[in-house]
Nanobody, 122 residues
Framework: QVQLVESGGGLVQAGGSLRLSCAASGLTLSNYVMAWFRQAPGKEREFVAALTWSGGSTWYADSVKGRFTISRDRDKNTMYLQMNSLKPEDTAVYYC???????????????WGQGTQVTVSS
């Protein structure tokens, strides 16, 4: 049974930082691209960042480049999203996902976590 479990969300002031975690189980991570998406109220789910578990290649949305860093710990089967210089527009539910290749499209990703809320106050 595949499980992706996010944690680390919360309330933070603008300019602050948070680190999200995504613990994965039940799948061979080297076969997947792992990604972070987010969904704000009334908006579509959007791509944030992704990495290849085996090679460590990374991709970022323009809106988070230079502020967010995606990484993984192979020993812990856990992916992270370090979020710095947070802005109110970063407020959203953040989801981790696993798919066969990189894409910014949600339809590419087969497995999803339940999401974790990030709220950035101004």
């Amino acid at each position: 049974q595949v499980q992706l479990v996010e944690s680390g969300g919360g309330l933070v002031q603008a300019g602050g930082s948070l680190r999200l975690s995504c613990a994965a189980s039940g799948l061979t991570l080297s076969n997947y691209v792992m990604a972070w998406f987010r969904q704000a109220p009334g908006k579509e789910r959007e791509f944030v960042a992704a990495l290849t578990w085996s090679g460590g290649s990374t991709w970022y949305a323009d809106s988070v480049k230079g502020r967010f860093t995606i990484s993984r710990d192979r020993d812990k089967n856990t992916m992270y999203l370090q979020m710095n210089s947070l802005k109110p527009e970063d407020t959203a539910v953040y989801y981790c996902a696993a798919g066969p290749i990189w894409s910014f499209m949600t339809s590419n990703y087969r497995y999803w976590g339940q999401g974790t809320q990030v709220t950035v106050s101004s």
